[in-house]
T-cell receptor
Framework: GAGVSQSPSNKVTEKGKDVELRCDPI?????LYWYRQSLGQGLEFLIY????????KSGLPSDRFSAERTGGSVSTLTIQRTQQEDSAVYLC????????????FGPGTRLLVL | AQSVSQHNHHVILSEAASLELGCNYS??????LFWYVQYPGQHLQLLLK??????LVKGIKGFEAEFIKSKFSFNLRKPSVQWSDTAEYFC????????????FGGGTRVLVKP
């Protein structure tokens, strides 16, 4: 079946602009995660959605970062007033959400802030 | 807070050599352990996982890992590597107190020379 998809694949933006990154999880997966992969920080957790519960936002690095998940499916990660240090690959993952189980990752969005 | 350490950042070896990548974590309670692999130009894929039961876990492509609770370790092994095993390998943990989010090690880049 179809895996996790993310768009765009690549995004180049200017410092100070806002960007939106999209994630389509695997159909039927109720849990959705965002991670960031950068040279200096490795792979870091950002935010986690589980069904209709309040999201776990404990990994968001600043209030410029926010995420939504509409209808329990598609999620959008928004970065406002982008900074050069936001340059990274943003990864989305999903899982069945019934406990601690395997997370399946998408291909990522490579963000470059000039 | 939980943390994961991968001691080798880069490993270079020849085809048919044996591979062992170290992974140690810090968390005293029940953990779920994962090894993910990222081949060049591809997204993160699950190699193997440990949730409970037999501490010796077998994964795809001939990889295995052993969970040693007393050492807080989950080392990855392959008896005979191939050129196609060239990739970056990530150890990851999720633990009850941290919810479902994964904490990743820094990754180990493995280069297999033909």
């Amino acid at each position: 079946g179809a895996g996790v998809s993310q768009s765009p694949s690549n995004k180049v933006t200017e410092k100070g602009k806002d960007v939106e990154l999209r994630c389509d999880p695997i159909s039927g997966h109720t849990a959705l995660y965002w991670y960031r992969q950068s040279l200096g920080q490795g792979l870091e957790f950002l935010i986690y959605f589980q069904g209709n519960s309040a999201p776990d936002k404990s990994g968001l690095p600043s209030d410029r970062f926010s995420a939504e998940r509409t209808g329990g499916s598609v999620s959008t990660l928004t970065i406002q007033r982008t900074q050069q240090e936001d340059s990274a690959v943003y990864l989305c993952a999903s899982s069945l959400g019934q406990g601690f189980e395997t997370q399946y990752f998408g291909p990522g969005t490579r963000l470059l802030v000039l | 807070a939980q943390s994961v350490s991968q001691h080798n950042h880069h490993v270079i070896l020849s085809e048919a050599a044996s591979l062992e990548l170290g992974c140690n974590y810090s968390y005293g309670g029940t953990v779920n352990l994962f090894w993910y692999v990222q081949y060049p130009g591809q997204h993160l894929q699950l190699l193997l996982k440990y949730f409970s039961g037999d501490p010796l876990v077998k994964g795809i492509k001939g990889f295995e890992a052993e969970f040693i609770k007393s050492k807080f370790s989950f080392n990855l092994r392959k008896p005979s590597v191939q050129w196609s095993d060239t990739a970056e390998y990530f150890c990851a943990v999720n633990a009850g107190a941290a919810g479902n989010k994964l904490t990743f090690g820094g990754g180990t880049r493995v280069l297999v020379k033909p």
